[in-house]
C-alpha cells in the first residue's frame, strides 16, 4: 500500500441536539411512512440494526416494557432495521397506535440519521451498525441521543417521562409562521362561489403520492369545484395580487408572480370530510408550490379547522371572506367537519424560480397557471 492510500475510516452523520431531523420516508408494513408527517409529538426512534442481534433485541424488549408511552398523541416510536430476515421472520411489527418498524434495508435512513456512514459500505457487510435512541421534538428537531445499554436504554424513557406534553415542551405555545388576513373576498364573492360550488357539484380529490394522485378516504375527503368562468377568475387573480401578494413580499421577501388552481373546495358533515396532516410540496408534481392560501367562504359549520401541528394544536378557523396563508413547506391538517359544509377556495401561488419547477412537470398536468397581477 502505497503512502497516503490507507483506508479511511468510516464517516457518520453526527446529530446532536438542535440539529433538523431528516426527514426520512421508509415502509413499514405494507405503508410507506412519512416521519415528518408525525411531528406534533415526541418521536423516539431506535436504530437497532436487526432483532436478531442481542444488543438490538434488549432495546426493543426495553420499548416494550415501557409500551404505554406510545399513543400517537404524545409520543411516537419508530424502531430502524436494517435486517431483511427481521420483517420475513416476523421479529418485529406494529402495533398501533403509537409503535412502527421501518424497514431500511438499502440504509437510507441510518446513513442520514449516522447509524451507517454516509458513503460507500462493505460488499461482506462487515460496516458496523451504529446503534443508538433518538428523541426528536414536536418540531422535528433533535432533543437528545442515548447510546444502547441496560441503563441507557432505561434512561431514554424515563427522559421522555419527564418531558411536558407536547404543545408546552418550549414552555408556552409556538405560533405557526402563517399570515390572517381580513376580508379578502366581499361576502358577496363568499356566497356565489359556494352557490357555484352547490349548483354543478364538486368531484371527489384525492392527494399526490410519488408523483401520482391517490384516494384514500381515512386521509382525505374532500369535493372540488374548477371555477371555468373567465371574467370570475380575472376577478379572483386581480383581488389576490391586491390583498395577498404584498403581505407575502414584505413578510417572507418572495416576489409571487403566478397562481395556480383556481378550485373552490367542500369539506362536508354528511362523509366526514377532513384531510390529515400533509405538505403540498413533496414531489416533482408538486415542488413548485410556494405558498398555500386558504380562504374561507361561510361559517355555518363545525369542525373544519386548519392546523400546523408542529407548532401548536390550535385550530383557525377564519371568518368568511378571511384568509388563511403560509408555506407550502408547513405540515397541516383540516379536523372532520362536524356539521354542515366548509366551503373554501384554494389556491396555490408561487414566484418565478417555481415557474421553472412547474414547467418541468407541466406535461403531467392538464392545467397551466395564471399570472397574477400585483
Known sequence: MQPGSEAQPPSYVTLTPGDPFPWIRQRSGAEVVRVDSTAGRYLVL???????????????????????????????????????????????????PGVRFLWDFDFSASKRCGAMPSGPTAPDGSTPYNQFWL???????????????????DQVFAYLQSLPPPDRFAGFEIPAPVLVLPNVFEQNLCHH????????GGKESGYVVKDREVQDHSFKRRKDFIIEDEQLKKHINTIIGRRILPEIEKLFFMKITRMDRFLVACYDADDGGHFGPHRDNTSALTAYRRFAVSINLNRNFDGGEVSFPEYNRRGLKALPGWAVVFPCAILHMVSKVTRGRRYTFLPFVFDESGAILFDQARQARADAPQRATT
Open 46 to 96: 431506535c436504530f437497532f440494526g436487526s432483532a436478531n442481534n442481542p444488543v438490538g433485541r434488549a432495546a426493543i424488549d426495553t420499548m416494550l416494557k415501557h409500551r404505554a408511552l406510545f399513543d400517537d398523541q404524545r409520543a411516537c416510536f419508530f424502531g430502524v432495521s436494517a435486517d431483511p430476515s427481521d420483517e420475513a421472520q416476523g421479529r418485529v411489527c406494529n402495533d398501533l
Open 135 to 153: 428523541v426528536v421534538d414536536p418540531t422535528l428537531h433533535v432533543l437528545a441521543k442515548f447510546p444502547f445499554g441496560a441503563a441507557a436504554n
Open 193 to 200: 362561489l359556494v352557490a357555484q360550488h352547490e349548483q354543478h
